[in-house]
């Protein structure tokens, strides 16, 4: 039987159902070919963030560091709704394809880039093809199964991440030694055009086959409301800097674009975000859980290594090292419950126990402290992805089987963008709660061993232990608790330079001296155990509010009605609701 990847011909406005049409060996294929282009982007993450300090170095731009990732998510959250609603106006093929394009484009010009503000923008085109690719990739499971089939492969999607986390670091490192960091980003080339050939060749419209146009003004509405509050989120600045009349302004003209925003798509019937989605419960809570398990989630991720590097001691690798449980728990955890939900048809208590898990993981990072090692860490991160792994794909299968399969890529999207906001918003929270606990974590254990050392020490005191500095993050090598060792040789050999100094004047008294020298030396080990001893109360804090999101989710996942997985798509849209 000879395969085919065009879609069977169908009446004008009559939807193209691809579950019951397509062939079980074409419907792999498709799903390798959007596999390979999730890869893509997933990839693309975790290679980066190994270059960064290179990049940095050379094309000198540490102001502008946060912001090649900025630019990224912010590109990308803002037009996952958007990609949603062209992927079912339009279908996935095209988006994909064109999501593709844009992504290799900014690759290509990330990899040419001569500064860190050419490198900024060029990271932002890359985001614009990411969002069509993540936003697309997640929706094509609906197109090819019913939702009864569904589960066992949406669990195979969160593998591509996980895969993703552990050989990006990797290849990262390998080609930013080797042959040069904007090798991170010209890889993506052939990569892509291995998923651009796969896709072209076995890969059909997965179009509804409906009459669908593209609420563009509602669109333009949507990113002036996303991107001016997604820019306040980024950044660490003090409390008192949220009240700046910068900010407000910002937060005034999303504001307004959301009012705008909103007033349009109630009155249109091809809106970004249909606001019929939104009268079902189910698509509402989901939304709201996505939120609460994007800013966990990223919570987890993203202090983690500050945790490890300024509160254990420990290197970049060895932090890096372990996270490594969290992605050996995500693999199997996803799809060994993806297979459960396939013979049983029951996803709710999957979410739930993966949001148990996930809450008792982040219960055991809030009980980390100076004296943990990287076992427990390793530990705390395998339980807390036991819990993600079958939470994000059972989220996207609930919110999928409560809309009409015409409007699965948008509510597939709409989840997504839910998410992404979660995590941008947990950013700024978290990393203001993080700021607000170091400050006083350092001046708590830093005063009194101050108070301790010698008047003619305090100047070189106050400039080994710069809280300032440590507050912007404290993570070089030349910081006290860095695990390097470098900070320590640094005090060891100023306090003996200095005190050779004092030797050598007339008349000193050398013993008093010696055990002077001795007495500071105590106390700069004394000052780098305080230190750590700060970061790790500060990170544990934001554990503790982690948890309290964590725990926000779980109350709206019990509250969410599970609805039976159909065992096939119904003849008429018709919007699943309560």
């Known amino acids: 039987m000879t395969m085919t990847a065009t879609a069977p011909a169908t009446m004008p406005g009559e939807r193209i159902d691809y579950a019951n049409t397509l062939s079980p060996r074409t419907k792999a294929l498709v799903l390798a070919g959007v596999m390979m282009g999730l890869f893509l982007a997933a990839l693309d993450q975790t290679i980066v963030a190994t270059a960064l300090p290179r990049i940095v170095s050379e094309l000198q731009g540490m102001e502008l560091f946060a912001w090649t990732s900025t630019s990224y998510l912010l590109a990308s959250t803002t037009m996952v709704p958007i990609y949603g609603k062209l992927s079912d106006s339009f279908g996935r093929k095209t988006v994909i394809l064109v999501g593709i394009g844009i992504f290799l484009l900014g690759s290509v010009l990330c990899g040419l880039a001569g500064s860190m503000l050419a490198l900024v923008i060029f990271r932002g085109i890359q985001g614009l093809g990411a969002a069509a690719i993540t936003s ?48 991170v980003f010209f ?29 563009w003004l509602g669109a333009l509405l949507l990113i002036v409301a996303t991107v001016p509050f997604l820019l306040t989120l980024r950044g660490n600045r003090p409390l008192e800097a949220w009240l700046s009349p910068e900010v407000l302004g910002m937060l005034a003209l999303s504001l307004v674009g959301l009012v705008l925003f909103i007033l349009v798509e109630r009155r249109t019937p091809h809106a970004i975000i249909p606001f019929a989605l939104f009268r079902s419960r189910v698509f509402v809570l989901v939304c709201l859980t996505s939120v609460c398990t994007g800013a966990a989630f990223f919570a987890a991720l993203l202090f983690l290594s500050i945790f490890a590097v300024n509160g254990l001691g420990a290197t970049a690798r060895e932090a890096g090292m372990a996270m490594m449980p969290l992605t050996a728990a995500v693999v199997p955890t996803s799809l060994l419950t993806a297979r459960l939900v396939s013979r049983t048809g029951r996803y709710k208590a999957v979410i739930v126990g993966g949001l148990v898990m996930l809450c008792l993981g982040l219960f055991l990072l809030s009980t980390l402290t100076a004296e943990s090692t990287l076992w427990d860490i390793g530990l705390s991160t395998f339980v807390f992805g036991c819990g993600m792994g079958p939470v994000l794909p059972m989220l996207t299968l609930s919110i999928q089987n409560a809309v009409p399969p015409h409007q699965v890529g948008t509510a597939t999207a709409g989840r997504q963008f839910f998410q992404q906001l979660g995590q941008a918003l947990g950013s700024a929270i978290f990393g203001i ?13 830093l005063g009194p061993v101050r108070a301790e050392v010698p008047v003619t020490m305090h100047a070189q005191f106050d400039r080994w232990f710069d809280t300032e500095r440590l ?57 780098e155990q305080a230190v750590r001893l700060s970061f790790t109360r500060a990170v544990t804090r934001v554990y503790d509010w982690a948890l309290l999101v964590g725990l926000c989710a779980l109350l709206l996942a019990l509250f969410t009605r599970e609805i039976p997985l159909r065992k096939a798509n119904p003849p008429e849209p018709s919007l699943a609701s309560e």
Do not use: C
């Not at 993080?434 to 708590?444: E, G």
């Not at 007339?506 to 030396?521: C, Y």
């Open 187 to 215: 890889i993506n080339l052939p990569l892509g055009a291995i998923a651009v050939a796969f896709i072209v060749s076995k890969m059909p419209r997965l179009h509804s086959g409906l009459a669908s146009k593209v609420d």
């Open 433 to 445: 709660i993080l700021t607000s606990s170091l400050a006083n974590a350092l001046t708590d254990t």
């Open 136 to 183: 697309t990739a997640f929706a094509v499971p609906a197109d090819l199964f019913v939702p009864a089939e569904r589960a066992r492969y949406q669990g195979i999607f969160g593998t591509v991440f996980a895969v993703s986390s552990i050989i990006g670091p990797v290849l990262g490192g390998t080609l930013t030694d080797t042959v040069g960091w904007r090798w």
């Open 471 to 527: 507050q912007k993050g404290g993570v070089s090598e030349e910081s006290p608790g860095a695990g390097q060792g470098s900070a320590s040789t640094r005090i060891t050999d100023e306090v003996r330079a200095h005190y050779d100094t004092l030797r050598r004047e007339p008349g000193a008294n050398e013993e008093a001296l010696t055990r002077e020298e001795a007495r500071v030396l105590e106390l700069g080990r004394a000052g």
